[in-house]
């Protein structure tokens, strides 16, 4: 199983991204994904995360209104935009899938997820 984010990078505040998670070695349409950052000092936390069909989704309460989780069945990846950054989104951005064949449920637990890609450093200048 092998998760590579990509799309990270330096930008000003206002700006925006979109983060990229290519995944293989299993079957990707059928679970759902989540994307987490961890900030220096900090645990990791929760960002957004859709089910396995991309029927729903949920974004945790601080990117809301700015970031977008989507997916592509098709080509195996999981995306994330993320639009009026702050500084405060500063963070290594993990994407991971979950334990749970086509659950209807997208969890916003780290426990929930089995598998976790390497991460990519987003960074907000002021």
């Known amino acids: 199983v092998q998760l590579q984010a990509s799309g990270g990078g330096l930008v000003q505040a206002g700006g925006s991204l979109r983060l990229s998670c290519a995944t293989s070695?299993?079957?990707?349409?059928?679970?759902?994904m989540g994307w987490f950052r961890q900030a220096p000092g900090k645990e990791r936390e929760f960002v957004a995360t859709?089910?396995?069909?991309?029927?729903?989704?949920a974004n945790a309460d601080s990117v809301k209104g700015r970031f977008t989780i989507s997916r592509d069945n098709a080509k195996n990846t999981v995306y994330l935009d993320m639009n009026n950054l702050k500084p405060e989104d500063t963070a290594v951005y993990y994407c991971?899938?979950?334990?749970?064949?086509?659950?209807?449920?997208?969890?916003?637990?780290?426990?929930?997820?089995?598998?976790w890609g390497q991460g990519t450093q987003v960074t907000v200048s002021s």
């Open positions: 859709i089910i396995w069909n991309g029927g729903s989704s």
């Open positions: 070695g299993f079957s990707f349409g059928n679970y759902a």
């Open positions: 991971a899938a979950d334990r749970t064949y086509r659950g209807t449920y997208a969890s916003r637990i780290v426990s929930s997820y089995a598998y």
